[in-house]
């Protein structure tokens, strides 16, 4: 048996990685993440695969699946959503998988974060504005330690990006007004790239208002910092004429 740690993507089929969908397709049992994952990719399946939604399940049911199978020669995709090194709770079943000597291979998807960004169309990273990109959440039944908090992230005023924390925008926004200042860019990303997709602009004065105001509470990214503003930064020198690399010289 191998088990395969796969990234969905965000939620457009078409975003699922090549490698990904060679081995949905050909996988003996299929276990997704089916509160997040579009289950449009489960149409790659073979009709004989098992396949079990783990939304359902407790992380010992899961187990339990794989361990049934150990002996065996059967391939299982394990379907998480995005990318599953990102709060994609794989770390115990990594952890499971090496303890009972399993093989298995993570691969990567398309995270939620840089989905956002896209639509969006923004990068990230603007020379001169922001060289720094944080992922991080608010702390909840998982605990973010205190010197993680939005808080102290905040003064650092690189690009943040905050996950699992939109029900609680309040709570975010009075965090991030210790390092931001009150009229810095946010902006909120919900269902990225799916069909009902919504994403909302505004600043830390007003966004919270915004958010309710759309109703949105869950599934959804909050993007903060001065690169949203998408001005004042200097062109890349990566393609500079008078900047020299090992594939090109200066003009």
């Not at 603007?126 to 998982?142: E, M, N, Y």
């Not at 007004?177 to 009229?183: I, V």
Request: net charge positive; hydrophobic share 40%.
């Amino acid at each position: 048996m191998k088990v395969y740690f796969i990234g969905a993507g965000p939620g457009d089929a078409e975003l699922l990685t090549l490698k990904a969908k060679r081995i949905i397709e050909s996988a003996d049992i299929i276990i997704y993440a089916g509160s997040l994952v579009n289950k449009d990719i489960l149409k790659l399946s073979r009709k004989s695969a098992c396949i079990y939604d783990s939304s359902k399940m407790t992380l010992d049911e899961i187990l339990k699946i794989m361990q049934k199978e150990k002996s065996t020669k059967k391939v299982i995709a394990r379907v998480h959503s995005g990318d599953p090194t990102i709060y994609g709770a794989i770390g115990e079943q990594i952890a499971w998988s090496e303890k009972e000597k399993i093989p298995y291979e993570v691969i990567p998807g398309v995270s939620s974060f840089c989905a956002g960004a896209a639509r969006l169309r923004q990068e990230l990273t603007l020379p001169d504005i922001a060289q720094t990109v944080i992922i991080t959440r608010l702390s909840g039944r998982t605990r973010v330690p205190q010197r993680e908090s939005l808080m102290a992230l905040a003064k650092i005023k690189a690009t943040l990006v905050i996950f699992l924390s939109i029900d609680r925008i309040d709570e975010v926004v009075e965090q991030l007004l210790y390092g931001y200042s009150n009229d810095t860019p946010i902006a909120v990303v919900c269902r990225a790239t799916w069909p009902d997709e919504k994403i909302i602009k505004g600043t830390l004065k007003d966004i919270a208002k915004k958010v309710k105001q759309k109703g949105i509470k869950r599934q959804a990214l909050i993007y903060v910092g001065d690169v949203l503003k998408k001005k004042g930064f200097k062109k890349s020198r990566l393609y500079d004429k008078d900047f020299s690399h090992a594939y090109r010289k200066k003009k």
